[in-house]
């Protein structure tokens, strides 16, 4: 409480009311890099709906979509520097992409002025319903030779965390790509597979169907949601910490002054109580406040987190 009334506190001088109003000027968009429906786009509209709300500007959501998230995010780095285009990024377009891809068009870091973190979404492995009981026995039935997973494609999130598993326990698994999270974990559910990556938010509601378990969460610590299922950390499987994320960004060269008051407001818009149950609805954990600097650092030790996991797999990708 004392810390949204503090940030509060700060956002008159930020967003001023009436004609006085220096920023923003007109509609400011925010552009998600992937289709309408997803965890990152409906994210996306709850913030800039209370953006709106707060600064009494109009923040708006634009999907770019293609290459896996590179059209939007190109589209963002090509923007005016002014702060009126904005970009939702991920952990895919600026983590795992960067890490893989030759070809990207940007860079995750230089490219872009980085406003917050806004989001994050921890992994969690799981089995089909008559798969092997827990992590233990899976790396039984994997020593063996046996095993297969599924991802949401070559040099996806779901494809780098798996190879991350399977380097820490010095296991081997066939790797079978699908075209897209929901196809893989349809896979999984019927047993085409032996198991899985994926974000607790798209894994919630076939596990809440019985169609698939969870036997282990991909995070340093226990979710709060799922206070019972235990970390791969915590089964030996370790140092393994890994989430989807979501953060806010603009063009580089865009004002310090204006990306300053966009952090705040940002912060501000996660710090009430509403929009956190709703983003936790998603499966969407609402992160610490993290400045522009911060977030910056954060998402360049992503690309190099995840660009190890890539080495370490012999995984260098041209863009399809």
Do not use: C
Not at 41 to 67: H, K, M, P, Q, S
Not at 180 to 185: E, K
């Amino acid at each position: 409480m004392q810390r949204r009334l503090l940030l509060t506190a700060l956002l008159p001088t930020a967003f001023p009311i009436g004609p006085a109003l220096a920023f923003p000027e007109r509609a400011v968009t925010i552009i998600v890099p992937f289709a309408a429906g997803g965890s990152t786009d409906i994210a996306a509209r709850l913030i800039a709906e209370r953006l709106t709300a707060l600064t009494g500007g109009r923040f708006v959501v634009e999907n770019r979509t293609g290459a896996g998230g590179a059209i939007g995010s190109e589209a963002v780095k090509r923007a005016p520097a002014d702060g009126h285009t904005l970009l939702m990024a991920s952990a895919s377009t600026h983590g795992a992409n960067p890490a893989v891809f030759r070809d990207l068009p940007y860079d995750a870091v230089a490219d872009f002025a980085a406003i917050a973190l806004t989001g994050v979404t921890p992994l969690a492995l799981a089995v089909p319903p008559q798969g092997p009981a827990d992590v233990a026995a899976l790396r039984a039935v994997l020593a063996d030779g046996r095993g297969s997973y599924g991802s949401a494609g070559a040099g996806s999130i779901t494809h780098l965390s798996t190879e991350l598993f399977l380097a820490r326990t010095g296991l081997r698994a066939e790797h079978i790509p699908y075209r897209g999270g929901a196809p893989a974990l349809e896979a999984l559910a019927r047993g085409e597979v032996t198991f899985a990556m994926d974000t607790l938010a798209g894994l919630n509601a076939l596990v809440e169907g019985g169609r698939i378990r969870l036997i282990a969460l991909g995070t340093a610590r226990r979710a709060t949601t799922h206070p019972g299922l235990p970390t791969l950390e915590e089964l030996g499987v370790a140092p393994f910490d890994i989430s989807t994320w979501n953060a806010l960004l603009a063009p580089r060269d865009t004002p310090p002054e204006r990306v300053a008051t966009l952090a705040r407001a940002v912060h501000s818009v996660l710090a009430e109580p509403a929009l956190g149950l709703r983003l936790a609805g998603l499966g969407v954990g609402v992160p610490e406040p993290m400045g522009p600097a911060a977030t910056s650092g954060f998402i360049a030790a992503e690309v190099q987190k995840f660009r190890a996991i890539a080495e370490g797999a012999g995984l260098r990708l041209e863009r399809p």
